[in-house]
C-alpha cells in the first residue's frame, strides 16, 4: 500500500526529502553521548553530574538549534580542512592567530573553525569551575559535549560534507543519524573505563580532527562501492513519521554499511564519550578540584530557563538553518 502511495507522488516524497533537516550526529547519538560520558567521571564530579544528567542529555542540542537562530553558530560545528592542502595539513597552523594571520577571519571563518572553538569551550567551563558557578557549568558542559562530538565525525572534517560533490546526497545524516539510531541500542557497547586528565587538550583535539579527515574518503567510498553492488530498489526504504512518510536507507543497507565500516561509527561515538568526559574533567583540575557537593541541588535561574525557552521558540519557528546545509 505505501508503496504504491509513493509511486504515485514519488515527485512530492523527493521535495520532502530535501526539506527535511539534518543535524550533526543527529538528535538521537548527541544526547547518548553526553549521557554516557558522565559514567567515566570520578566521584567528586559524579555527585553533581549525575543529578543533571537529564540536564547534559537534554541540552546536547542545544548548539545545534541554535543554528537555526545565530549566523555564526555554523562554523563551530566543522572544518573543512581539505581545503587547506593534503593530510596532515602542515599549511594550516594550529594556533589560532597564527591560522588568522596566514588566512584571515573571513576564509578561516568561512571553513569551519571546531577544533578552535572545542578550545574556547575549554576555557569557559574551566572558569565556570572557579566561580563554582553552576548554570554556567551546566550550560558549558553540555555544549561543549556537542562540539567534541561533532569533531570526532569524519564528514565534520571534509568540504565534500554531504557527499554534494559525488552524488551521495543524504550521506552525512546517513552516516551520524541512520546508523546509530538502528543499532546504538541493541549493538554498540559504551562503557568504557575513566576520564583522563589532558595535558595538552589543543593537540588533543587536533589529533581527533585530523583522524575525521582521514576517515572522510573511506566513509564516502565505503558508501559508493556498496551502492554498486547492492539492489538498487533495496537500497532505501519508506518510513512514516509523524504522519509523513519519509524515504530513507533501508536497514539491510544500512547493516551492511556498518559492516564494511567494520564498527567506524561505534568507535568514534566511544571516542567522543571518552573525549568529553576528558574535557569535563580537565576544566575541573585546571579550576583547582573545587568541591561540587555544594553545588549539586541547585537549579537553574528563571532567566536561564527564559533563554532555553527563546531558543526552542526560534528553533522551532525556522525553517532553515542559517549558513551551509548539511
Ligand atoms: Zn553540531
Not at 66 to 95: C, F, M, S, T, V
Not at 111 to 117: L, Y
Not at 214 to 231: H, I
Not at 236 to 247: A, D, K, L, Q, T
Request: net charge neutral; hydrophobic share 40%.
Amino acid at each position: 500500500m505505501i508503496r504504491k502511495i509513493l509511486v504515485a507522488t514519488g515527485c512530492c516524497v523527493a521535495l520532502l526529502l530535501s526539506s527535511i533537516p539534518c543535524y550533526c550526529w543527529g538528535f538521537y547519538a548527541h544526547p547518548k553521548i553526553n549521557y554516557f560520558a558522565v559514567f567515566l567521571l570520578p566521584p567528586e564530579m559524579m555527585v553533581l553530574y549525575k543529578g543533571n544528567i537529564g540536564f547534559l542529555t537534554e541540552h546536547a542540542v542545544d548548539p545545534d538549534k541554535r543554528r537555526y537562530a545565530i549566523k555564526d553558530e555554523g562554523p563551530r560545528h566543522y572544518i573543512d580542512i581539505d581545503l587547506y592542502g593534503k593530510y596532515p595539513y602542515p599549511e594550516l597552523p594550529r594556533k589560532w592567530e597564527d591560522a588568522v594571520e596566514k588566512f584571515g577571519l573571513d576564509s578561516l571563518t568561512d571553513n569551519g573553525i571546531v577544533p578552535w572553538h572545542v578550545q574556547v569551550m575549554l576555557q569557559r567551563l574551566t572558569a565556570a569551575f572557579r566561580e563554582k558557578n553552576f548554570s554556567r557549568i551546566m550550560k558549558n558542559s553540555a555544549e561543549i559535549g556537542h562540539y567534541i562530538a561533532d569533531a570526532h565525525v569524519p564528514l565534520h572534517a571534509s568540504s565534500n560534507h554531504n557527499g554534494q560533490f559525488s552524488n551521495q546526497k543524504g550521506i552525512h545524516g546517513f552516516w551520524e543519524s541512520r546508523v546509530p539510531e538502528l543499532l546504538a541500542e541493541k549493538e554498540w557497547d559504551f562503557f568504557i573505563g575513566k576520564a583522563s586528565y589532558l595535558k595538552n587538550p589543543g593537540a588533543f583535539i587536533w589529533d581527533r580532527v585530523l583522524e575525521s579527515a582521514q576517515a572522510a574518503d573511506t566513509v564516502l567510498l565505503y558508501e559508493k562501492e556498496l551502492s554498486a553492488t547492492f539492489p538498487a530498489d533495496q537500497k532505501y526504504s519508506f518510513e512514516e513519521r509523524n504522519g509523513v512518510i519519509i524515504r530513507q536507507y533501508s536497514s539491510a543497507f544500512s547493516i551492511a554499511y556498518n559492516k564494511m565500516l567494520d564498527g567506524m561509527v561505534e568507535r568514534r561515538m566511544r571516542q567522543s564519550i571518552y573525549a568529553i568526559a576528558s574535557f569535563w574533567f580537565t576544566a575541573w583540575v585546571n579550576a583547582g578540584q573545587p568541591d561540587l557537593k555544594g553545588l549539586a541541588n541547585q537549579k537553574l535561574s528563571e532567566a536561564d530557563l527564559r533563554e532555553f525557552e527563546e531558543l526552542n521558540l526560534k528553533w522551532s519557528g525556522a525553517s532553515k538553518m542559517i549558513g551551509r546545509e548539511e
